[in-house]
C-alpha cells in the first residue's frame, strides 16, 4: 500500500510542467543573443503551482558575472521576493543539460536553459534534482 503510493506521488512529479509566456521566452532568447560568446543569466518571476510553473516576467540580477562558461550573481543581494522562481541562463557552448554547477548552484523550483543558436527548440527546463521539466510557450 505504502509503495502504491509513493509511486503515485512519483509521477505526480514527473508531470510538472512549465510555461513560459511568449514574450518572456522570446527576452530569453534576445538576452542570451546579447551575452553570447558568454553566459547570461536571468531571474524568473511568475508562480510556482503543484503541477506547473507558469514564468510572466523576468528580471536582470544585479552584480552578475558573466564569462564562457559561468554566470552567476550573489544571490544574498536578492531582494526577498516570493515571485522569484527561479533563473534562466544560457549555455554559449553546450547543450541546454544543466552542468554539475548549475546543479549545485540551484535557485528556486525551476532552472531554464538555453542553449546555442538559441530558439524556442533550444530552451530546456529543469527542476532541482536535474530532472527535464517539459516547457510550453503560450
Ligand atoms: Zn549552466
Known amino acids: 500500500m505504502f509503495f502504491t503510493k509513493n509511486k503515485e506521488r ?15 521566452a ?3 532568447i534576445t538576452y542570451a543573443k546579447s551575452c553570447h560568446p558568454n553566459e547570461g543569466i536571468l531571474i ?8 506547473n510553473i507558469l514564468v510572466d516576467g523576468l528580471v ?13 550573481f550573489p544571490t544574498y543581494d ?3 521576493d516570493l515571485s522569484y522562481i527561479g533563473t534562466a541562463h544560457s549555455h554559449p ?5 544543466p552542468s ?7 535557485y528556486g523550483f525551476i532552472s531554464v536553459i538555453i542553449s546555442y543558436p538559441y530558439s524556442d527548440a533550444d530552451i530546456g527546463a529543469f527542476d532541482r534534482n536535474g530532472n527535464k ?5 503560450v
Open 10 to 24: 512519483k509521477t505526480e512529479g514527473l508531470k510538472r510542467y512549465l510555461t513560459l509566456k511568449r514574450q518572456v
Open 26 to 28: 522570446d527576452s530569453i
Open 44 to 51: 524568473l518571476q511568475g508562480k510556482a503551482k503543484k503541477d
Open 60 to 72: 536582470v540580477p544585479p552584480f552578475a558575472s558573466h564569462g564562457p562558461y559561468y554566470s552567476g
Open 78 to 80: 536578492l531582494p526577498f
Open 93 to 97: 557552448g553546450g547543450t541546454n543539460r
Open 100 to 106: 554539475l554547477e548549475d546543479l549545485n548552484n540551484f
Open 133 to 137: 521539466v517539459r516547457v510550453e510557450i
